[in-house]
């Protein structure tokens, strides 16, 4: 299947369990093993965080993990606190739901 990216996670997001796999299909001899870049399961995984919520997968400093509500909270708090003592502007994507952060991204 071969359709836009941003679509693939949008038709991922609308099924009860379902994973996007990125596969590089260039010359390079990079592997072209599929990884998993999106992952969306109904209800939300359990949260990498708290262990005991559950929430929609996130782009964290650890790479994407499920992430409950009241963590997307806490944490971004951190993130924008961070920012602002280190003199840089937050990340819009950081510990924000991946599907919400898709009109942000290039195609
Ligand atoms: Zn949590």
Not at 33 to 55: A, D, N, Q, S, Y
Not at 67 to 89: I, L
Request: net charge neutral; proline share 8%.
């Amino acid at each position: 299947m071969n359709i836009p990216w941003k679509d693939a996670y949008r038709r991922a997001e609308e099924l009860p369990h379902a994973v996007v796999e990125s596969r590089y299909v260039g010359e390079r001899p990079y592997k072209r093993t599929p990884h998993i870049v999106f992952e969306h399961i109904e209800g939300g995984g359990t949260c990498w965080l708290c262990g005991k919520g559950r929430g929609p997968l996130c782009k964290t400093g650890h790479g994407n993990k499920f992430v409950c509500d009241p963590c997307q909270r806490d944490m971004r708090q951190h993130h924008e606190q961070w920012a602002r003592e280190a003199g840089t502007e937050p990340s819009q994507f950081t510990y924000v739901p991946i599907i919400d952060t898709l009109d942000l991204e290039p195609q």
